[in-house]
Every structure is written in C-alpha cells, then in structure tokens.
Nanobody
C-alpha cells in the first residue's frame, strides 16, 4: 500500500529555517516526481517543490531561492530545506507524487506536518 510519512515541522520565527523529511513506501516511485505540497485551511492545496523522475527540480515562484528539495532515489525519501521563512509559508506540508490525481495517488495523502512561521 502506498504511504507517505512526513516529519520535521514546527514553529519558527520569520527568517528562520526548517527541514522537512518524507518517507514514501509501497511503490518504486521511479516513474514519478516526488513533491512537497502545502495547504492552508480554507484554501486549495498548493504544489511547492518537485524532485522529478529525470533528476531535476522545480519550485513554485513563491519559494524559489528559499526552499531546496532533495530526493534519495534509492531510498524513496524526499526532503525540503526551507530558509528565510515567511508568515505566508505557514501551512500543513504534505509529500506525495507531483500530480496525485493524474497518477491515482489522491487517496494516499498522509497526515502532513505543520509549519508555523510567526513572530
């Protein structure tokens, strides 16, 4: 069974840093990008960063230059290093494939990890 387990969230002041980690299991994931998404209550889930199956990375404009995604293709883990955090980064962060509805993974969201950026 496909499963994503996120960890590493927390509370940080503006300008601070956090590292998130995700372990993906139940599939080889070699054909898919692994990604971090985030969601604020009342808003749609947003794609934040992708580590593609072609060993490239992609970022939402709002996090470019501040967030770095890294993926261990052998271990099926994906990390997100977040620096210069802003209050608008506050959200629950989830990992999944890059396009869950397209790849049939929309039913496999984990519990996510809360990131709160506040003074």
């Amino acid at each position: 069974q496909v499963q994503f387990v996120e960890s590493g969230g927390g509370f940080v002041q503006p300008g601070g840093s956090l590292n998130l980690s995700c372990v993906a299991s139940g599939s080889s994931f070699s054909l898919y990008g692994l990604a971090w998404h985030r969601q604020v209550p009342g808003k749609q889930r947003e794609l934040v960063a992708v580590a593609t199956n072609r060993h490239t990375t992609e970022y939402a404009d709002s996090v470019k230059g501040r967030f770095t995604i890294s993926r261990d293709y052998a271990k099926n883990t994906v990390d997100l290093q977040m620096t210069n955090l802003k209050p608008e980064d506050t959200a629950v962060y989830y990992c999944n494939v890059d396009d869950p509805p397209r790849w049939g993974a929309d039913g496999y969201w984990g519990q996510g990890t809360q990131v709160t950026v506040s003074a």
